[in-house]
């Protein structure tokens, strides 16, 4: 079975840190760039950021620019997204995403997978 699934969502303090991780299985995540969306409550999906199937080149919008991290290991095929002095407007559910795409574009109309969604809930 082709899939994403990611982890570490929860519940933290603003000001706090996570880390989200995106594991796939059933295929190989070596020839595919690999992109974080999150979708806040009432307000449409949007594009965190996007790193390269080789993780030479990454982008991050600019909301969360300085504060996560992306990255990925081909080896345990799985991507990170490290969220460093999250905000309360950084809640939602982040999703992983895998496109056959060059370079750091991550087209969210265009990847081949997704994962299911993790909850980031960021309060005090």
Sequence with gaps: QLQLVESGGGLVQPGGSLRLSCAASGFTLDYYAIGWFRQAPGKEREGVSCISSSGGSTNYADSVKGRFTISRDNAKNTAYLQMNSLKPEDTAVYYCAAGPFQGNVCPD????????????TVSS
């Design 109 to 120: 109309y265009d990847m081949d997978y997704w994962g299911k969604g993790t909850l980031v």
